[in-house]
Nanobody, 118 residues
């Protein structure tokens, strides 16, 4: 069973917005306690962690998305979100979600493709 399923990606012009969703296949109580992250894999690059959320909620972002992206979650629906505004071509990539403390080698979801045209 795929632990997370991402959706909401698409093709957008620079300056536009997208909202990504990630549905977790686990109980709401389990999902609520996890520190979750959104990851991005740009073409030809390694996957990188770009945003995290933990109980609080306390959020953190890499500098390149800070002020433009917002991570949030609906614990009752075991769903993680990433609101992306002021998108740039360098935001292009496949976006994934996962618990940041998941064991090495654990499964990833299918990801969702985001393409930002200039």
């Amino acid at each position: 069973q795929v632990p997370f399923v991402e959706s909401g990606g698409g093709l957008v012009q620079a300056g536009g917005s997208l909202r990504l969703s990630c549905v977790a296949s686990e109980s709401t109580s389990s999902f609520r306690m996890k520190t979750m992250g959104w990851y991005r894999q740009a073409p030809g690059k390694q996957r990188e962690l770009i945003a995290t959320i933990r109980n609080g909620p306390i959020t953190d972002y890499i500098d390149s998305v800070k002020g433009r992206f917002t991570i949030s979650r609906n614990t009752l629906a075991s769903t993680l979100y990433l609101q992306m505004n002021e998108l740039k071509p360098e935001d292009t990539g496949v976006y994934y979600c996962k618990s940041i403390y998941a064991p090495s080698g654990s499964s990833w979801g299918p990801g969702t493709q985001v393409t930002v045209s200039s």
